[in-house]
């Protein structure tokens, strides 16, 4: 098992054509001449060509690395797209310390990669994924469970690789689409700066003082169950359950990654369309059904408070809406759209599997994210909808409305909920106990 912090390498942008920014303080270039200031990084020749404000130019270098030499510099990267694919999608200037490597990949443009340390990346990770102003408990909590990921993560990388299954193609044939996504599988970087993995953003926003006391509080601390530091998922809101890991990625049951009740007092699993059907449209009790706006604003940053309705939402699409929908995420043309019927659920009520009946092609989906993204121009809140059809009297369909519960996939810590648990008194290493139930807390370095 780990003994010493890791450096990582990741993936701040990628396919850019060109890319500016600006080093903050001397740096090292290949290992040879100290730069500093504005500079901009193109394509000429495959191979890569710097221009420097000071009018100094390298040319022909088939990999750029910039190695910091304070501890104290750091570099600013123009137009960093984030939120890549959701719905608050959009570019900002960001600024990271550590080195920075730039890479051309034939066909595939110039990837930016930060080099850091582990508990330097989480310092930002806690702050970019809440609010300076969040509970001290919940920092610590999230520091927990981002660095046991993380760590999981680069294991799991080493050991296996995505499963083909997971990216087959469709075809003419294909009558079932069963798809997830593994976050290894990144092949120049440990991991990408987005949601994808961890939403990363440097030290754009600043480290809180907050949040590097949840680092130095927590350092080196990991969820370990049975020897093996724990693979600890998390998202933003369950809607009152959380659900098994292999509804959402490989068929493989873990342990402290099963369905629980997010909540003081028993909500029993989904079991039927009924049950799924009740849970959705009503507002049960649960850490996470919270609309107070000081909650929110301590633990959701500026973009994330523009969803409100996580809870419980609901969206609808006329037939023609949704058959473009198809046809664009997915390359389906079903014809006349009929009917969407849920064939299988998790205890949380998200699908695994959902049947797609149209006049010229019917095809069934899965799992959860695959799910969200065909049936939305980015990506569904979760998958823990039902759905209703407005028919005409001849029974073809004109309108799909889908009531849902939950934003994110539901497996693992539920991050609102564990607001609202700080929020309440409850100590970080309660919890991480809460949402991963038989991992224990140890410190490896």
Not at 162 to 178: G, K, M, N, Y
């Amino acid at each position: 098992m780990l003994s010493h912090e890791p450096t990582l390498s990741v993936g701040i942008l990628e396919g850019y054509e060109e890319l500016r920014g600006q080093l903050e303080g001397s740096f090292v270039l290949n290992g040879s001449r100290r730069v500093e200031g504005p500079f901009t990084c193109a394509i000429g020749n495959n191979n890569l060509h710097i221009v420097f404000a000071s009018g100094e130019t390298v040319t022909d270098l088939p990999d750029v690395r910039f190695s910091p030499v304070a501890q104290e510099s750091s570099f600013l990267l123009e137009d960093v797209t984030i939120g890549v694919k959701f719905h608050w999608e959009r570019k900002e200037q960001q600024r990271f310390r550590g080195g920075l490597r730039v890479v051309l990949r034939p066909g595939k443009g110039l990837t930016a990669i930060n080099v850091v340390s582990l508990e330097e990346y989480l310092a930002s990770v806690i702050s970019s994924e809440m609010s300076a102003s969040a509970p001290a408990e919940l920092l610590r909590a999230h520091a927990i469970t981002s660095r046991s990921w993380l760590v999981a993560m680069l294991e799991r990388a080493r050991l296996v690789h995505a499963p083909l299954e997971a990216f087959s193609p469709i075809t003419p044939e294909t009558t079932e689409v069963i798809r997830w996504y593994s976050r290894e599988d990144h092949d120049i970087y440990d991991v990408c700066a987005d949601d994808h993995c961890q939403r990363y953003q440097g030290i754009s926003k600043g480290i809180s003082s907050a949040a590097a006391e949840a680092i130095a509080s927590t350092r080196g601390v990991f969820l370990v169950h049975e020897n093996t530091v724990c693979d600890a998922r998390y998202y933003k809101a369950c809607g009152g359950l959380t659900d098994n890991f292999p509804n959402s990625w490989e068929e493989t049951d873990i342990p402290y990654l099963r369905s629980i009740a997010d909540s003081p007092v028993t909500h029993p699993p989904i079991r039927s369309e009924g049950e799924a059907e009740r849970w959705v449209l009503s507002s049960p009790d649960a850490y996470c059904n919270t609309k107070d706006p000081a909650i929110l604003r301590q633990i959701l940053l500026s973009f994330d408070q523009e969803t409100t309705d996580f809870y419980r939402w609901h969206v609808s699409y006329t037939r023609e809406e949704l058959e473009a929908l198809l046809q664009k995420k997915a390359g389906l043309d079903v014809g006349t759209l009929m009917d969407l019927v849920p064939l299988q659920r998790g205890p949380s009520g998200r699908l695994v599997r959902l049947r797609i009946v149209g006049t010229q092609r019917t095809l069934t989906v899965g799992k959860d994210l695959e799910i969200r993204r065909w049936l939305s121009p980015s990506h569904l809140y979760s998958s823990a909808f039902i759905v209703r059809v407005e028919r005409r009297e001849d029974g073809m369909a004109l309108k799909f409305t889908l009531h849902g519960a939950g934003w994110g996939h539901g497996v693992g810590l539920c991050q609102i909920g564990a607001a609202v648990m700080a929020v309440r008194g409850f100590a970080a290493e309660e919890i991480v106990r809460h949402y991963f139930r038989g991992a224990e807390l140890r410190k490896l370095y």
